[in-house]
């Protein structure tokens, strides 16, 4: 069974501060992805990556860098976070060209 | 450009048959794919078509025309715990993340 972990389910956190959320997956794949959902606007993608140390923007990169410095971790970051940024925030991994597998979420609130 | 269409709320009775649709228009196509969501949870995958015609798995079914840019999910013997929103989500080319639409949030009535 294919696991993606994510490193909290509930983070709180105040304008300005730096916020890390880590994914890992145990499953060996290349692509890993960075999501958020909002009600009323779905899924976004915020950042993916192919294989270790590369990363592609997706549809909303603004305000978020990523890291992947090893196959099953990648991480989000939100260099000075701001209100709205408060959202569900969904990783995802994959074999090329196969269905995407979720971790549980973050939900993140930005206060 | 990309878009995925699904409509944004339906109601079914507990026993009936429910067919949710999807249309898209993507520059190129490599997969559809269906994802069921409950309230809360992260999304998990149901089923992926590639080719035209229906996928059967359980109480599942996906279709896919390739034509018409069109796909429905088809739900048997609808039960309560199939209330959740169901995303339907396209590749369209390679290696490329999937797009998804906004969801279906459908809603089982006893």
């Known amino acids: 069974d294919v696991k993606v972990t994510q490193s909290s389910r509930y983070l709180v956190k105040r304008t300005g501060e730096k916020v890390f959320l880590e994914c890992v997956q145990d499953?060996?794949?290349?692509?890993m992805f960075w999501y958020r959902q909002d009600p009323g606007l779905g899924l976004r993608l915020i950042y993916f990556s192919y294989d270790v140390k590369m990363k592609e923007k997706g549809d909303i990169p603004e305000g978020y860098s990523v890291s992947r410095e090893k196959k099953e971790r990648f991480s989000l970051i939100l260099e000075s976070a701001s209100t709205n940024q408060t959202s569900m925030y969904l990783c995802a991994s994959s074999l090329v060209r196969y269905e995407q597998y979720f971790g549980p979420g973050t939900r993140l609130t930005v206060t | 450009g990309q878009n995925i269409d699904q409509p944004t709320e339906m109601t079914a009775t507990e026993g009936a048959i429910v067919q949710i649709n999807c249309t898209y228009q993507?520059?190129?196509?490599?997969?559809l794919f269906w994802y069921q969501q409950h309230a809360g949870e992260a999304p998990t995958f149901l089923s992926y078509?590639?080719?035209?015609g229906l996928e059967e798995k359980g109480r599942f079914s996906s279709f896919l025309s390739r034509s018409k840019g069109y796909s429905y999910l088809l739900l048997k013997e609808l039960q309560m715990k199939d209330s959740a929103s169901y995303l339907c989500?396209?590749?369209?080319?390679?290696?490329?993340?999937?797009?998804f639409g906004k969801g279906t949030r459908l809603s089982v009535i006893a």
């Open positions: 993507t520059s190129g196509f490599n997969g």
């Open positions: 989500a396209v590749r369209d080319l390679g290696n490329t993340p999937l797009v």
């Open positions: 499953m060996d794949h290349e692509n």
């Open positions: 078509n590639v080719l035209d």
